[in-house]
């Protein structure tokens, strides 16, 4: 029985065998549709080259024998268009290994495609915190990093986008300074262009540094609402004057925009929702993230789930763009274990690292221009920062009153190595382009 997961494989194997007459067919474009069956999509000009069609056609048959359910009927199979970029718009793009010719397009369901990743942004750097599984300490990490960031005077910007589990927030506000609306809120009101109403009501400030600033933007307000129901419309596209639709990720970056134009920080942190999911995917792929932080402990899920993206990433063609912005943290770390625990994470992250991530270094060449490291180098992405587990900071039903009694002695032994890094990111300098994008 042909499965899904044997869609590629298989295509690969037929091409192989046609690989002296690809040149004929010019571009070509294997289509997975919303319900994984493929097509065959080129340009029109082909049908004129009887070599071309008879190539197309052999192939087509091969398809529709090996891939069974997967694959459309032969004399349907192959689509020609007149312009193929228009015949991609709106898909996850990315090329078929081994074949110059021939790229996969993905149409999926959702805009977690994981596969376009936006420039660096250009005003402050952005720092996203992630997670393949929720529970690892993620936010009061992030909560942390800002409080001693903001206590050297930098302005820092707190974004709550873990939308589906909101409470950031929590950390580092009080009741009394909670705003009246939040991310959520925002992206509603944006889809009948009513976000105006709602911008000035985003954001508060931390009562809980004295040097610097904390402007928190929620998840949601200190009154969320019908927020079931408002959470199930900001994933909608928004559809402009000229007709077409602008992603939720896009409308998102407008907002991220319009909040930097108004704030000016020195460094954002965006808090992001664990798993491989809509909210994951817009944010360390679609707003420009200068490092992207991905939190772990040491278990089979954890592993399993990050080699999964890692694969997607490499197999897509988009581990050469990204791969230089990830960080591995090792969360929660044992103080009674430490040596032992964080040995075995160091080296279940550097299988998964170079696996998918770092270049393959042939016999007897030097790794000088490649990517590569070696398991123990510490300046090495796959190499964790650690984090300790502290009763202090991850045993506490209030983080905000913690940190109203808290040194930053404490904090530099729980988070020491994580805020080394980040000040190393945000001590960086930039080219400042300030964006023009109004709220």
Request: aromatic fraction near 8%; proline fraction near 5%.
């Amino acid at each position: 029985m042909t499965t899904f997961d044997a869609i590629l494989p298989h295509i690969t194997s037929i091409l192989r065998h046609h690989v002296t007459a690809l040149p004929c067919i010019g571009q070509l474009f294997i289509n997975r549709d919303l319900n994984g069956r493929v097509r065959l999509i080129v340009d029109d000009k082909v049908q004129g080259n009887a070599l071309a069609m008879h190539t197309l056609t052999t192939i087509a048959h091969a398809v529709e024998n090996g891939l069974g359910p997967h694959a459309y009927p032969a004399q349907s199979a192959i689509l020609y268009e007149a312009d193929l970029e228009l015949a991609c718009a709106g898909a996850t793009v990315f090329p078929l290994e081994g074949f110059e010719t021939v790229q996969v397009i993905d149409r999926l369901a959702t805009e977690s495609h994981w596969t376009s990743i936006a420039p660096l942004s250009q005003g402050a750097p952005r720092i996203v915190f992630f997670s393949i599984k929720g529970g690892v300490g993620r936010s009061t990490a992030l909560a942390a990093c800002a409080w001693v960031l903001a206590q050297e005077g930098k302005k820092v910007l707190v974004l709550d986008l873990d939308l589906e589990s909101p409470g950031l927030s929590s950390a580092l506000l009080p009741d009394e300074r909670q705003p009246v609306y939040g991310i959520t809120d925002w992206l509603v009101e944006d889809l009948v262009d009513n976000g105006e109403a709602v911008f000035d009501d985003l954001i508060a400030t931390s009562p809980l540094t004295h040097d610097g600033e904390i402007y928190i933007v929620p998840a949601c307000g200190h009154d969320p609402g019908d927020y079931v129901a408002k959470l199930g419309r900001v994933w909608m596209p928004k559809v402009g004057s000229d007709g077409i639709p602008k992603p939720w990720s896009q409308r998102l970056s407008h907002l991220i925009n319009a909040l930097e134009d108004r704030l000016e920080p020195d460094v954002m942190l965006i808090d992001s929702r664990a798993g491989i999911d809509e909210v994951a995917s817009a944010c360390i792929t679609d707003l420009g993230a200068e490092l992207v932080l991905l939190f772990a402990i040491d278990g089979d899920q954890t592993w399993s789930g990050y080699q999964m993206l890692l694969r997607h990433w490499q197999r897509t063609g988009q581990a050469m763009t990204i791969r230089d912005r990830l960080q591995m943290v090792g969360a929660m770390i044992p103080e009674d274990c430490h040596r032992d625990y964080f040995g075995g994470l160091r080296e279940r992250a550097w299988n998964v690292f170079a696996e998918s991530l770092y270049d393959e270094i042939p016999a007897g060449e030097l790794s000088v221009d490649r990517f590569n490291f070696d398991e123990m180098d510490q300046s090495a992405p796959h190499y964790p920062w650690p984090v300790l587990w502290t009763r202090g900071f991850f045993a506490l039903r209030s983080l905000h009153s913690r940190f109203e009694s808290i040194d930053e002695h404490k904090l530099q032994q729980t988070f020491g190595e994580l805020i080394t890094g980040l000040k190393t990111v945000t001590d960086q300098e930039r080219t400042t382009t300030p964006s023009t994008t109004p709220a």
